[in-house]
């Protein structure tokens, strides 16, 4: 509790919430990871490509926007317009990968 009172007014500089972890740029590195082991993006993809990791989704119907930090802001995914969340998008992918869809993007 007496920590919590130190913290309450405190406030952290743009250079120290650059390095406030959340989950955004774990989820787009893992994304990266999981496109490299389906093949749809080559070994030589940067883990932190938004682009390339934008069309990767892109080329199984799912339109996201990926953040890229460390603010805690999670990434967004859609399909048609209708939002859904990380593990959606990933059973998406997986439902369509089983069904012999198999795109390269880079």
Do not use: C
């Amino acid at each position: 509790m007496a920590d919590e009172k130190i913290l309450e007014n405190e406030k952290l500089d743009d250079e120290q919430l650059e390095n406030v972890a959340g989950g955004n740029i774990y989820q787009m590195e893992a994304d990266a990871a999981n496109f490299k082991k389906l093949g749809v993006l080559s070994a030589n993809v940067d883990k932190h490509d938004k682009n390339a990791i934008t069309a990767a989704f892109a080329a199984y119907g799912i339109a996201t926007e990926q953040h890229g930090g460390y603010l805690g802001k999670d990434n967004k995914y859609s399909i048609n317009g209708q939002k859904i969340d990380r593990d959606t998008a990933w059973a998406f992918v997986q439902q369509r990968w089983n069904a012999g869809y198999r795109p390269q993007v880079l």
